[in-house]
């Protein structure tokens, strides 16, 4: 079975292929901008609803990732300063990775918003401004990647894993089998 992926993601493609799932990578072209005093939960679940519905195919699955700091979404940093301001408010304190993700499959959606808490450890300035300089923070909600070497700040996570990544797999592969998406691990249907 094809699944198409509406998302630019990397991340996300490389979740599900590392699961071995058939993948068509079609980016849903939508507005991913928060509305003037939207939740951050609200917020995700919307636009994950937007991005499936934006996007043509029998089983098509979107997601929408933001990391949230005492209720305020962190997007992506627009610039080099932007990231080391949020790095700085992150820096020894527990935030929120929140995942929303979205599946649709002949005519029938299954959705579900999944958290993640994370803490970081006290940064200091310098470790901030050689991560900065990686480059790795730029196109990161939160200005931080779990899986490069932002991970090195990450001293606890609790929830899903892959769901900081970018992707919860066990919620994705539940949510797609309610569909009767055929997993991976299961024969031909």
Not at 69 to 74: E, S, V
Not at 103 to 130: C, H, K, M, Y
């Amino acid at each position: 079975m094809l699944l198409t992926l509406a998302s630019r993601s990397p991340r996300r493609r490389e979740l599900l292929a590392r699961l071995g799932l058939a993948l068509e990578v079609t980016p849903a072209d939508t507005d991913e901008s928060p509305r003037p005093g939207e939740p951050a939960e609200s917020y995700v679940a919307r636009v994950a609803r937007e991005k499936a519905a934006a996007v043509r195919g029998e089983t098509v699955l979107a997601a929408d990732t933001s990391v949230v700091l005492d209720g305020a979404i962190l997007g992506k940093p627009t610039d080099d300063a932007d990231a080391r301001r949020m790095l700085r408010a992150l820096s020894g304190r527990e935030h929120e990775v929140l995942t929303a993700v979205c599946a649709r499959r002949l005519g029938r959606e299954e959705a579900a918003v999944v958290t993640s808490r994370v803490a970081f450890a006290p940064l200091r300035d310098d470790a901030i401004a050689w991560y900065v300089a990686t480059g790795e923070p730029r196109d990161k909600a939160g200005a931080y990647a779990v899986q490069g070497a932002g991970g090195a700040f990450v001293v606890a996570i609790s929830g899903s894993v892959s769901n900081v990544v970018g992707l919860p797999l066990a919620e994705t592969l539940a949510l797609l089998g309610r569909l009767g998406f055929r997993l991976p691990w299961e024969g031909a249907r």
